[in-house]
């Protein structure tokens, strides 16, 4: 088994300050850790996860270390310093004149932000032979020249790989493939935003040099989407664009084009609506693109996750990063992936309510549930009156789906025990209106959270546009610095609902009470 | 108020640039690093007293070294450079080896001036 040592990068504490320092100690590195610089006949590869910030500072990746696919370096960043798609966000590598300048082969950038207003966020030398771009977001929307992303090299052994990559570009090439030298390139599920004259993908080639490039499941969000010229062969499917500078018919997706927008109520056409900020496909019924990418199952070379997570699975899938919708409905909180790989062959989402940000309670926005804060004031606890709130964990929002729960289960997720818990208050689940989970939870004594742990099955089908709340009643004696449930997982289905399912928009309101 | 660090590459430490290469340069109030300032690390150490770290001088000691490049009909696209850097700062004595905080570099004798920094400056393309 391949020996992986990991080093860290970040401002304070860490192994080293910026990825300069860190590429500059590869050799030294593999020569400590493994005996020389050769990651292959040592069975070794390094791993540099890096805090999220800004890094500026052009960065060669130039070594003399033998490497293959996966006796390599990587670059990625550390648990939870992840961008998630937004280019502002998670780890931000800049320079004024190209981010990174890629010579070692089978280099690995995986979930970083390259940034850049000069020429190329990524400039990928003819040596880099099987280096790998996946999650990356190539932030060119400041103004490059030449292009985002340039790409030469790679063999069919070994060829350069982009997959799940957002490139942003003002009137340069997002993708821009040349045969430097004789070139094989495979660009995957990856979108391409581009404003001006840019062109999404060009194939540059030269007359006595080949250039051989897969493209699957691009999205171009642009307004020119591909351009091939002299000796190129270019080879794929699923590619969405408009109808100047389209794919070719060989490789475009159906339909084609599309126009690319972000207005969910865009009138008659073929359109690919997207969000603004980061390019991720919008869930709405006029967008024309969704599923209609191949899948991994049928396409080996398709990413079973996207750029921010989410899981790819069977034959279809969306084309560009990422593997989700963006849902404009409240409580986004089921992925929208379809998982059948778990034992039973359901999907389970964990809802951490310490890590959510859309919780709704009334179909207004809440950050109140986290575990240990007080619960009940001022949303919940009268002085006078008992009052009845739902909290909506799970909003179908996915037109002609609807959603088998199966079972849940809470617990306490390392509370403050000591705080006073939920006695006496009631709670049960309702689904949009109608209390479903039978006997409500009342309590004479006060219980820890975490006794409340239990599997009760649910079985409850979730239309489309409905939802499912956690239903809570206070009472005048409830004490005000009530803690609630802390970690609930709910396990679930998603199964197709019929043609004549509609899609409406639905927040829970209150029950009215047990 | 805090000054430029630079770093260089220690010679025959392993590291991606050539002996000598001004590696980075940084805030004299950043810690580089906990693998890099052990004095076995291949790096060597040095603050410049009279210069800030984003200073013009200073910033230029990171360029590229373009003396090594293929020629392409677009030199920007896909060349070959061969070097790391255009600039090379040799700096002799074992107290370089170890970082200090930049409150500690004039007592640890790791501290220069830029007039002295330039008597040690090669630059590869001269």
Same mark, same amino acid.
Request: charge should be negative; include cysteine; aromatic fraction near 8%.
């Given at each position: 088994?391949?020996?992986?040592?990991?080093?860290?990068?970040?401002?304070?504490?860490?192994?080293?300050?910026?990825?300069?320092?860190? #590429?500059?100690?590869?050799?030294?590195?593999?020569?400590?850790?493994?005996?020389?610089?050769? +990651?292959?006949?040592?069975?070794?590869?390094?791993?540099?996860?890096?805090?999220?910030?800004?890094?500026?500072?052009?960065?060669?990746?130039?070594?003399?270390?033998?490497?293959?696919?996966?006796?390599?370096?990587?670059?990625?960043?550390?648990?939870?310093?992840?961008?998630?798609?937004?280019?502002?966000?998670?780890?931000?590598?800049?320079?004024?004149?190209?981010?990174?300048?890629?010579?070692?082969?089978?280099?690995?950038?995986?979930?970083?932000?390259?940034?850049?207003?000069?020429?190329?966020?990524?400039?990928?030398?003819?040596?880099?032979?099987?280096?790998?771009?996946?999650?990356?977001?190539?932030?060119?929307?400041?103004?490059?020249?030449?292009?985002?992303?340039?790409?030469?090299?790679?063999?069919?052994?070994?060829?350069?790989?982009?997959?799940?990559?957002?490139?942003?570009?003002?009137?340069?090439?997002?993708?821009?493939?040349?045969?430097?030298?004789?070139?094989?390139?495979?660009?995957?599920?990856?979108?391409?935003?581009?404003?001006?004259?840019?062109?999404?993908l060009?194939?540059?080639?030269?007359?006595?040099?080949?250039?051989?490039v897969e493209v699957v499941n691009m999205?171009? +969000?642009?307004?020119?989407?591909y351009?091939?010229?002299?000796?190129?062969?270019v080879t794929g499917s699923n590619n969405f664009g408009?109808?100047?500078?389209p794919f070719p018919a060989a490789i475009q997706g159906?339909?084609y084009?599309?126009?690319?927008?972000?207005?969910?109520?865009?009138?008659?056409?073929?359109?690919?609506?997207?969000?603004?900020?980061?390019?991720?496909?919008?869930?709405?019924?006029?967008?024309?693109?969704?599923?209609?990418?191949?899948?991994?199952?049928?396409?080996?070379?398709?990413?079973?996750?996207?750029?921010?997570?989410?899981?790819?699975?069977?034959?279809?899938?969306?084309?560009?990063?990422?593997?989700?919708?963006?849902?404009?409905?409240?409580?986004?909180?089921?992925?929208?992936?379809?998982?059948?790989?778990?034992?039973?062959?359901?999907?389970?989402?964990?809802?951490?309510?310490?890590?959510?940000?859309?919780?709704?309670?009334?179909?207004?926005?809440?950050?109140?549930?986290?575990?240990?804060?007080?619960?009940?004031?001022?949303?919940?606890?009268?002085?006078?009156?008992?009052?009845?709130?739902? +909290?909506?964990?799970?909003?179908?929002?996915?037109?002609?789906?609807?959603?088998?729960?199966?079972?849940?289960?809470?617990?306490?997720?390392?509370?403050?025990?000591?705080?006073?818990?939920? #006695?006496?208050?009631?709670?049960?689940?309702?689904?949009?209106?109608?209390?479903?989970?039978?006997?409500?939870?009342?309590?004479?004594?006060?219980?820890?959270?975490?006794?409340?742990?239990?599997?009760?099955?649910?079985?409850?089908?979730?239309?489309?546009?409905?939802?499912?709340?956690?239903?809570?009643?206070?009472?005048?004696?409830?004490?005000?610095?009530?803690?609630?449930?802390?970690?609930?997982?709910?396990?679930? #289905?998603?199964?197709?609902?019929?043609?004549?399912?509609?899609?409406?928009?639905?927040?829970?309101?209150?029950?009215?009470?047990? | 108020?805090?000054?430029?660090?630079?770093?260089?590459?220690?010679?025959?430490?392993?590291?991606?640039?050539?002996?000598?290469?001004?590696?980075?340069?940084?805030?004299?109030?950043?810690?580089?690093?906990?693998?890099?300032?052990?004095?076995?690390?291949?790096?060597?150490?040095?603050?410049?007293?009279? /210069?800030?770290?984003?200073?013009?001088?200073?910033?230029?000691?990171?360029?590229?070294?373009?003396?090594?490049?293929?020629?392409?009909?677009?030199?920007?696209?896909?060349?070959?450079?061969?070097?790391?850097?255009?600039?090379?700062?040799?700096?002799?004595?074992?107290?370089?080896?170890?970082?200090?905080?930049?409150?500690?570099?004039?007592?640890?004798?790791?501290? /220069?001036?830029?007039?002295?920094?330039?008597?040690?400056?090669?630059? /590869?393309?001269?």
């Amino acid at each position: 088994m391949t020996t992986v040592i990991t080093k860290t990068i970040g401002p304070s504490g860490r192994d080293y300050a910026n990825f300069i320092l860190a #590429e500059a100690d590869v050799e030294s590195i593999a020569t400590a850790e493994f005996g020389s610089t050769d +990651l292959v006949a040592n069975d070794g590869a390094i791993v540099f996860e890096a805090d999220a910030g800004t890094y500026t500072g052009r960065v060669f990746l130039q070594s003399t270390l033998t490497t293959d696919a996966t006796r390599n370096v990587t670059y990625r960043p550390a648990a939870g310093s992840e961008h998630n798609g937004d280019k502002s966000s998670g780890v931000i590598a800049f320079s004024q004149n190209t981010s990174f300048i890629v010579h070692d082969p089978h280099t690995v950038l995986d979930g970083l932000v390259i940034a850049n207003t000069g020429a190329y966020c990524v400039n990928t030398a003819g040596t880099a032979a099987g280096a790998q771009y996946r999650n990356c977001i190539f932030d060119g929307s400041q103004g490059t020249t030449f292009g985002v992303v340039f790409l030469t090299g790679g063999t069919v052994a070994d060829p350069l790989v982009v997959e799940n990559c957002v490139g942003y570009a003002v009137n340069v090439n997002t993708f821009y493939t040349r045969s430097i030298v004789d070139s094989n390139i495979r660009i995957v599920n990856c979108t391409a935003i581009s404003s001006g004259t840019g062109i999404s993908l060009r194939l540059e080639g030269a007359a006595s040099k080949s250039l051989d490039v897969e493209v699957v499941n691009m999205l171009s +969000l642009a307004s020119r989407n591909y351009q091939g010229t002299l000796n190129h062969t270019v080879t794929g499917s699923n590619n969405f664009g408009g109808s100047t500078n389209p794919f070719p018919a060989a490789i475009q997706g159906s339909p084609y084009p599309i126009t690319p927008t972000t207005d969910t109520d865009p009138g008659e056409g073929d359109f690919a609506i997207f969000d603004a900020d980061t390019g991720q496909l919008i869930n709405d019924s006029d967008n024309d693109v969704i599923n209609q990418g191949i899948g991994p199952a049928a396409n080996s070379d398709v990413p079973t996750t996207g750029i921010a997570g989410g899981v790819r699975s069977g034959a279809t899938t969306h084309p560009g990063a990422f593997a989700t919708l963006k849902s404009l409905g409240p409580a986004p909180i089921i992925p929208d992936a379809i998982d059948y790989g778990m034992p039973g062959g359901y999907s389970v989402a964990s809802i951490l309510f310490e890590n959510s940000t859309t919780c709704y309670l009334n179909g207004v926005q809440k950050t109140v549930l986290y575990p240990g804060q007080d619960l009940s004031l001022p949303l919940f606890r009268s002085t006078s009156a008992d009052v009845n709130k739902d +909290l909506v964990i799970v909003s179908n929002t996915r037109p002609n789906k609807q959603i088998l729960l199966h079972n849940y289960s809470w617990g306490h997720a390392g509370l403050d025990t000591t705080q006073p818990l939920y #006695e006496p208050m009631l709670s049960w689940f309702t689904a949009y209106g109608s209390a479903v989970e039978g006997d409500g939870i009342a309590l004479t004594t006060p219980r820890y959270i975490g006794d409340m742990d239990r599997t009760t099955p649910l079985e409850v089908a979730l239309p489309p546009g409905k939802s499912l709340a956690l239903s809570f009643v206070s009472f005048p004696s409830t004490p005000p610095n009530t803690t609630l449930v802390a970690a609930l997982t709910v396990t679930y #289905e998603i199964v197709d609902a019929g043609a004549s399912s509609t899609f409406t928009n639905h927040h829970a309101t209150s029950s009215g009470g047990k | 108020m805090s000054h430029a660090l630079i770093i260089t590459a220690k010679p025959s430490a392993g590291l991606t640039y050539t002996d000598n290469d001004v590696v980075q340069v940084l805030d004299g109030n950043q810690n580089p690093g906990s693998s890099v300032t052990p004095p076995e690390s291949g790096f060597l150490f040095c603050y410049i007293s009279d /210069k800030e770290h984003d200073d013009p001088d200073v910033v230029a000691l990171m360029e590229p070294w373009e003396g090594d490049l293929i020629d392409s009909e677009e030199p920007e696209l896909g060349r070959e450079q061969l070097g790391k850097r255009r600039y090379q700062v040799t700096l002799t004595g074992s107290e370089f080896e170890t970082w200090v905080a930049e409150d500690q570099a004039a007592a640890a004798g790791i501290e /220069k001036t830029w007039a002295e920094i330039q008597a040690i400056l090669t630059d /590869k393309e001269a």
